[in-house]
């Protein structure tokens, strides 16, 4: 597998995947839509790549589009099929992500997650492109478990987090009804925060973000006043909140992990936990942050999140074992890295 199609590749994860695609040799096409990310994302990717000396100018090719329209996907096989550089595996990151959208918009998010990934396989079937990694979530399992592993309970509490599971059903019955075709793995992330270290690329998230980490940097940045943490009196080691953050650097060379996993094996379907299996509270992050950055993150308490549990760790063993994943990027290294790429770009990538 050399030639990747990359749905959603200007996102926050996507963009820091190419980057090591592309370092690591794949010729990519990227398809996006540009609803929850910026063109100069891809820009600076290649700026990056360039820099590491790759020649990508043949190696990423973008092609701006919305992947509810069938035909749009088709166009990207077939241009890759009469260039003579066929697509023969699919990274499927394109989706809404939002949680609380899901639950306020929940046709969009059924719509665009659904319908995007029945005409992506549809369209790889007429292609005979057979082998996909798609981005599934560690929100898919039962909030009451601690450390997950791949045969925890899954018991999903918002449409997004339902799409997830939907989608790796509709996966499930392809690779069955095609008997001895496909190589599926589904990542399931944890909560990838950080940035590329060298500031040039990182989280851009269009309208209010209710994830913890881009709120300390707004609350850093000074642009609001306080963090809210959701829960004081959780069963935790200091009433906070726990859960497994990993670098989106360290997420993202997991999937270089998986393809290379995907080459070595007959067709197959697998789940894998990409986090660190460690875990991190709330307040943690929050000192760390401040130490590491020199900044003060004033911060104030408020009543537990709905649907919030007290913690959730990724147990890593099999990606470990099976693919070779040891995440080495630390908390500090997550929030340093965060911020040197908010203070190279406040007004992060519009202003280009
Ligand atoms: P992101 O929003 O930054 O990237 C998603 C990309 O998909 C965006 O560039 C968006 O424009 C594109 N897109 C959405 N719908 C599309 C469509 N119909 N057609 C074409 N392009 C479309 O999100 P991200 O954080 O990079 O997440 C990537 C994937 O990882 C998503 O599937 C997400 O659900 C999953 N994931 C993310 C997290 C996280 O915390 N960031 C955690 C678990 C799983
Ligand atoms: N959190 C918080 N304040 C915020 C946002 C999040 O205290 O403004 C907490 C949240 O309760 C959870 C952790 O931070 O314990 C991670 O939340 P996030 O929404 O980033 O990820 P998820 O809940 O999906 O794991």
């Known amino acids: ?53 790759k020649n990508i ?32 595996g699919v990274i499927h990151l394109a989706s809404l992500k939002s949680v609380k959208e899901s639950i306020e918009k929940p046709i969009d998010y059924w719509g665009n997650n659904i319908i995007s990934t029945l005409n992506l396989v549809e369209i790889m079937i007429k292609y005979n492109c057979f082998n996909i990694v798609f981005s599934s979530s560690a929100s898919i399992y ?21 799409t997830k599971v939907i989608i790796e059903k509709l996966l499930k019955s392809i690779f069955n009804a095609y008997q001895g075709k496909w190589k599926i ?8 925060i950080g940035a590329h270290s060298s500031g040039q690329l990182g989280e851009d998230p269009k309208g209010d973000p209710n994830n913890i980490f881009p709120r300390i940097i707004k609350v850093a940045s000074g642009e609001i006043k306080k963090l809210y943490i959701f ?3 959780w069963p935790t080691r200091d009433g906070s909140g726990i859960r497994d953050y990993i670098h ?34 709330v307040i943690e992050l929050v000192r760390v942050f401040e130490k590491v950055n020199n900044v003060k993150i004033p911060i104030a308490y408020e009543k537990r999140r709905n649907g919030d549990v007290s913690e959730l760790v990724a147990d890593i063993s099999l990606a470990k074992s099976l693919i070779n994943f040891f995440p080495s990027r630390s908390i500090q290294d997550m929030c340093k890295d965060g911020w040197k790429w908010y203070l190279n770009n406040p007004e992060g990538y519009e202003n280009n």
Request: glycine fraction near 6%; charged fraction near 25%; aromatic fraction near 10%.
């Open 248 to 281: 989106v650097m360290d997420l993202a060379e997991g999937h270089l992990k998986a393809l290379e996993y995907l080459n070595l094996i007959e067709p197959k379907i697998l789940n894998i936990n990409l986090g660190t299996g460690i875990g991190t509270t």
């Open 142 to 162: 039962q909030k009451d478990q601690k450390f997950v592993n791949e045969e925890s309970f899954i018991n999903p509490l918002h449409p997004y987090a339902e």
């Open 1 to 53: 597998m050399k030639n990747l199609l990359i749905t959603g590749g200007s996102g926050f994860i996507g963009s820091h995947l190419c980057l090591i695609l592309l370092k690591n040799n794949y010729s990519l096409y990227v398809l996006d839509s540009f609803i929850n990310s910026s063109y100069e994302a891809l820009n600076r990717v290649k700026a990056l790549a360039k820099f590491d000396k």
């Open 57 to 88: 100018d043949n190696n990423l090719k973008v092609f701006v589009g919305d992947m509810r329209d069938k035909k749009t996907i088709d166009n990207v096989f077939r241009f890759a099929y009469e260039n003579n550089k066929r697509i023969d």
């Open 231 to 233: 829960g004081n009196d």
């Open 185 to 192: 793995v589904n990542l399931r992330y944890f909560n990838p």
